[in-house]
């Protein structure tokens, strides 16, 4: 049976130093909060290419060069 490592480092910003830490559910709250933060930078992206090719698409129909009726 392997043993499963759970070391992660907190940062104390009050005394300016890594503090060890091998808590399950403290790293476990990390991956979760990683994932989350991952999710959220995905969704933001998306937003942005979004409205990216939404004005790309209203620059196009407001071009006086192309007939668009």
Do not use: F, G, W
């Not at 890594?18 to 969704?43: M, T, V």
Request: overall charge negative; hydrophobic content about 25%.
């Amino acid at each position: 049976m392997t043993d499963i490592i759970y070391l992660h480092y907190h940062y104390d910003y009050e005394n300016s130093i890594d503090l060890l830490c091998q808590s399950r559910k403290c790293y476990q709250k990390r991956l979760d909060d990683k994932k989350k933060l991952e999710e959220y930078q995905d969704q933001v992206d998306r937003d942005l290419q979004m409205k990216e090719n939404l004005q790309a698409i209203n620059n196009y129909i407001q071009d006086p060069r192309i007939d668009n009726y």
